[in-house]
């Protein structure tokens, strides 16, 4: 592949919800181009970017994808991206090194959760962004309806450039606003092949009244396009195009295309757009300045080839062979055979310019989100900010003696994908995962079953149950041994009250007279904390509550600290059963967004998930539910949310405290932990 300068590259993000057609049409962009030279399909599992057997299987994107276009002398990396929300990270690494966003809407469904959402981190990441309509050729498509729900949920900036010629199957050509022309689709053309005609004179009221409103937009954005269009002069298009960029790259224009990536209509104009309308990575600012910066933002594990690091320059220039700083991790990397990805196949090249995107195999110690620098100048970028994960579940390994291989395999997995998390949780003893949704944990394992040959499951996450006491009550521990020899004896006093949610333990020394002696006295508060790590009822350590040491008794000689202790053990075990012991469990603050007119139906779920309602409030065209949710009831919660709200509902939780059970769930968890200890099946 050719060395293209800083000028002649465009680094382009494509996103959207999920189907809305972007891997067809970046397949459709590289082909028409000429860089790819197979036309792929869904269908056939044959697209440039939706490689691994996981997308060919599921037929939609999980990962990010890179593809290369060359039109008109400039190189524009295309950054497909997944449109399910479960995958969310993979748009953020792609948005995050791109200079623009083309946002791909289906002719038939319109603005959905997922071009909401990637529209709002196209805000984030201030990026001039190209409107796209694909699927124009599909049953019920309907540009009209498209444009004003863009319109009225996206933004009002929206400018149509291109208006189709027929909704769906009667979708025969495109007005182009720009060109003042009419492409019409040659019939039964595979590959959009096209002849150029004036605008039919049905659709000539159309096209001068939107015409008319792309000048004036553009015009209002400079002074002197503005004097021109007052004085009615006719603005050219060599100046409608930067002016059109400039008001782009500030924000205050989106223009609006259409097309269908499938049968590849469409896809030339859009590429000239792209290369025309959009920046180069010249025109954009460096996050950092020094000699070398560049990003990995993805990382993708190929057979036979192993581990590839894809990553964006954003100063300095790579040659192949390069030695990189990764300050992260302070190691030097060798960049041999450097490439260029082309989907799959990796082109080798012998250098990239500042802006480029390229990719490396084999890195020793290089991650999703490091930073490349020089040695004598290392610098790091901020890191990535991902949203928070939705979902949590245990792991289990499916054949014991794989715990080790278990956590190597998900430590892997973390620095891949940065928005997985795992941890062990001694208490639980189970180890727990942490990902942006359920189906996002799902193809986590299956990607460690087949690369790390770790089979493992998704299981319920146990719950951190407590326990403390209603009552007070007080009792005696005398532990004593004097049969022969030197004996054993201790004897203690002990009266427990409970305390305050959330104080925890406090122990209070009221021996009066020296009926213990004092050197004794922290022995019996020690065999009480540890009798305290299981609680009467099922086990759960108890927390909240007072034990006060008010009486006792010693022996001169068979008294000993080894004594005390057993006697606080003792006194715990006589006065905690008669207590009033109650179980606590875990409760969770959550909040839940989701659309006001689907209120009625998430309160309805978390009515049986025991869920206490605080508060409901508007939040633009969402409601937001704040609610106080047992952990317990938690479990796969986000999938339930989003079956109910189609989607566009989200949570999340952050731990709020402990509550008591109702007397039926403690039964349970009870007579759980009875079956546990002693295989009792009563
Ligand atoms: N008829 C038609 N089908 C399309 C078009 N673009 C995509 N599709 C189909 O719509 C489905 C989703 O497309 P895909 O490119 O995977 O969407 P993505 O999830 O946004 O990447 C696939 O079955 C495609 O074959 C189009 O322009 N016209
Ligand atoms: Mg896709």
Redesign the pocket.
């Known amino acids: 592949m050719k060395i293209y300068g800083p000028d002649a590259i465009r680094n382009v993000a494509v996103v ?1 919800h ?8 970046v397949d459709a962009l590289a082909f028409v181009s000429g860089s790819s030279r197979r036309h792929g ?3 056939d599992g044959t697209t440039l970017t ?1 490689t691994s057997p996981d997308e060919i299987e599921r ?3 999980i990962s990010l994808g890179v593809g290369i276009a060359e039109w008109m002398n400039v190189k524009v990396n295309l950054l ?1 991206t997944p ?1 399910y929300l479960d995958f969310f990270g993979e748009v953020i690494c792609g948005l995050s090194v791109a200079d623009a966003a083309v946002v ?1 809407l289906s002719g038939v469904s319109g603005v959905e959760v997922g071009t909401e959402k990637c529209w709002n981190t196209c805000d984030h990441y201030h990026l001039p962004r190209i409107l796209f309509v ?5 049953e019920h498509a309907n540009f009209q309806r498209v444009f004003n729900d863009i319109r009225e949920r996206l933004t009002p900036k929206v400018l149509p450039v291109e208006i189709p010629v027929g909704d769906g199957p009667q979708f025969r050509g495109i007005i182009n606003l720009l060109t003042q022309t009419c492409q019409l689709f040659k019939a039964g053309s595979k590959a959009g092949e096209y002849e150029e005609v004036p605008v039919p004179p049905e659709y000539q009221d159309a096209f001068t009244r939107y015409e008319e409103q792309l000048t004036e937009a553009v015009a209002a954005t400079d002074d002197d396009l503005l004097e021109k269009y007052l004085s009615g002069e006719s603005i050219p298009r060599e100046q409608v195009v930067p002016a059109m960029k400039k008001a782009m790259l500030a924000g205050e224009i989106v223009p609006l295309f259409c097309g ?4 590849q209509h469409g896809v030339r104009p859009l590429l000239t757009e792209l290369v025309e309308l959009f920046p180069s990575p010249a025109e954009v600012p460096p996050p950092l300045e020094a000699p070398l910066v560049g990003r990995v933002f993805k990382t993708v594990s190929e057979p036979h080839v192993g581990d590839v690091s894809i990553f964006r320059i954003y100063s300095g220039r790579l040659k192949n062979g390069d030695e990189v700083w990764n300050a992260e991790h302070s190691v030097a990397e060798k960049l041999n055979h450097l490439s260029v990805q082309q989907g799959r196949e990796r082109q080798e090249v012998a250098e990239l310019s500042p802006g480029d995107i390229g990719s490396v195999a084999k890195l020793k110690d290089t991650h999703t989100g490091d930073t490349f620098s020089r040695r004598e100048r290392p610098v790091r970028l901020p890191p990535l900010e991902f949203p928070e994960g939705e979902a949590t579940s245990a792991v289990m390994v499916k054949q014991r003696g794989e715990e080790d291989k278990l956590a190597a395999g998900l430590h892997k997995l973390h620095e891949e994908d940065p928005t997985f998390h795992f941890e062990y949780n001694s208490e639980l003893g189970q180890t727990l995962i942490h990902g942006m949704g359920e189906r996002h944990l799902e193809i986590l394992l299956g990607r460690l079953a087949r690369k790390y040959g770790v089979h493992a499951e998704l299981t319920r996450p146990r719950v951190a149950y407590r326990e403390t006491f209603r009552g007070v009550a007080e009792g005696q521990g005398k532990h004593k041994k004097q049969s022969g020899g030197r004996g054993q004896y201790g004897d203690a006093h002990v009266r427990i009250s409970p305390l305050a949610r959330g104080t925890g333990y406090e122990f209070v020394d009221s021996i009066v007279g020296g009926v213990i002696p004092n050197k004794f006295i922290p022995a019996v508060d020690k065999g009480i904390q540890e009798a305290a790590q299981r609680g009467p009822i099922a086990g759960y350590p108890v927390v909240d509550f007072r034990a006060e040491c008010f009486f006792g008794s010693y022996h001169d000689v068979d008294s000993s600290e080894m004594a005390f202790r057993m006697a606080g053990i003792l006194a715990f075990r006589t006065v905690s059963a008669k207590a009033r012991p109650v179980l606590l469990e875990p409760i969770m603050a959550v909040e839940v967004w989701a659309p006001s007119d689907l209120l009625g139906d998430v309160l309805g779920d978390l009515s049986p998930r025991r869920g206490q309602i605080l508060s409901t409030e508007q939040d633009g065209r969402l409601t937001k539910v704040n609610a106080l949710v047992p952990r317990a009831e938690l479990y796969r919660y986000s999938t339930a949310l989003h079956s109910i709200t189609h989607g566009r509902g989200t949570h999340r939780e952050r731990f709020h405290g402990y509550a008591e059970t109702p007397p039926e769930v403690a039964a349970k968890v009870a007579s759980e932990h009875r079956r546990e200890t002693t295989g009792d099946t009563e």
């Open positions: 959207g999920g189907a809305s057609g972007k891997t067809t049409l399909s869904i269908k939706d037929k939609h994107s497909d449109g791909v694909s699927g124009m050729d599909k269908s990536g499938e049968l």
